[in-house]
């Protein structure tokens, strides 16, 4: 057994994995963490078409994200009094958190650039394969997943990749492009991976409080090094960044990190799938691109996907009690 920390008021540790035994962490989530995650793909799925829509260099719009959204959450974090005391965390907890914001910083840092090297379609295709780094990082952990979740998987990206469509230009650019993609969808199934972790014994408050700043700061570093253009923008884009900061990022990326104190990063990655198919379908909205004709069953064939995954957590064993927090 390993022993991850014991909760506040709780008698016995939290432990990860058991003997070698099966995961239990793709255990069905609970109605209101379906609900929340529900919010949070309405939330992710803004920040493609306010992006889109924002007159600002790539990585500028990345910090400014985190950086806005970092005036939100550290001060709420500092003016709860328990949630101060707790921003106090464990050594452990504390680097993994500063860690997670790095690996933030590194996905937006890898996947914004990518869509201008690349196409659009192969940039959301590759960075969608997230819930396969997820399960695999996880598995190498020590988790095991039944095979229908494995299915399950496959069908999401299969999914996403409907929608996207496969387009393939060869050029040294474009495949630069590809791997920046790719590597952005790792290191956003690592920080999920890291999150939920953390999440274990530290709030989603705190936890936030110290990985939005550390992603922002990160991110302001390479925004100084590389020379991108951090103000001078027009009044209708600042208005954007500051809606990135709050649908996308507050009320997308935190509601998902609320959740992953009980739901597994593979099931959380799948369900931000959903986040293709919701940016579709605001830009056809607000943007006046009309929709893929694909938009209707790749939904369908994610959903399946997100159903074998969630269903096949009904085999998975009760978890070890994880302590309350919030």
Same mark, same amino acid.
């Given at each position: ?18 003997? $070698?035994?099966?995961? &239990?962490?793709?255990? @069905?989530?609970?109605? #209101?963490?379906? +609900?929340?995650? %529900?919010? =949070?793909? /309405? ?121 996207? $469509?496969?387009?393939? &230009?060869?050029?040294? @650019?474009?495949?630069? #492009?590809?791997? +920046?993609?790719? %590597?952005? =969808?790792? /290191? ?139």
């Amino acid at each position: 057994m390993v022993p991850l920390g014991v909760g506040k008021g709780v008698g016995r540790p939290t432990f990860l994995v058991v003997d $070698g035994a099966p995961s &239990t962490s793709l255990r @069905r989530p609970a109605a #209101g963490s379906t +609900l929340l995650m %529900v919010v =949070g793909v /309405l939330g992710t799925s803004t920040a493609a078409p306010l992006i889109k829509a924002a007159v600002a260099p790539s990585l500028a719009i990345a910090f400014w994200r985190m950086a806005m959204a970092s005036g939100v959450v550290v001060p709420v974090a500092v003016g709860l009094s328990g949630t101060r005391r707790e921003l106090r965390m464990g050594r452990r907890s504390g680097r993994l958190s500063v860690l997670a914001g790095v690996l933030l910083a590194g996905h937006f840092a890898c996947f914004i650039p990518a869509v201008s090297l690349t196409t659009v379609a192969s940039a959301v295709a590759l960075v969608a394969m997230q819930p396969a780094w997820a399960a695999l990082i996880l598995r190498v952990r020590g988790e095991r997943m039944a095979g229908q979740a494995w299915l399950g998987v496959g069908l999401a990206i299969c999914g996403a990749l409907l929608l996207s $469509g496969v387009d393939v &230009t060869v050029s040294g @650019r474009a495949l630069f #492009g590809d791997v +920046l993609a790719l %590597v952005g =969808g790792a /290191l956003a199934a690592s920080y999920r991976v890291v999150g939920a972790e953390v999440r274990r014994t530290v709030s989603t408050t705190a936890y936030t409080a110290v990985c939005y700043p550390v992603a922002a700061l990160a991110l302001l570093a390479v925004c100084l090094v590389s020379g991108q253009a951090l103000g001078g923008y027009a009044g209708s884009t600042w208005l954007r960044l500051a809606a990135l900061a709050v649908l996308a990022q507050l009320l997308g990326h935190s509601v998902f990190n609320l959740v992953l104190k009980t739901v597994s990063p593979t099931i959380v990655s799948v369900a931000l799938l959903f986040e293709i198919v919701g940016a579709a379908l605001l830009a056809a909205v607000f943007l006046g691109q009309r929709p893929p004709a694909a938009a209707v069953p790749a939904a369908a064939v994610i959903a399946l996907g997100t159903f074998l995954v969630i269903r096949s957590s009904d085999k998975a064993p009760a978890v070890s009690g994880a302590p309350p927090v919030d």
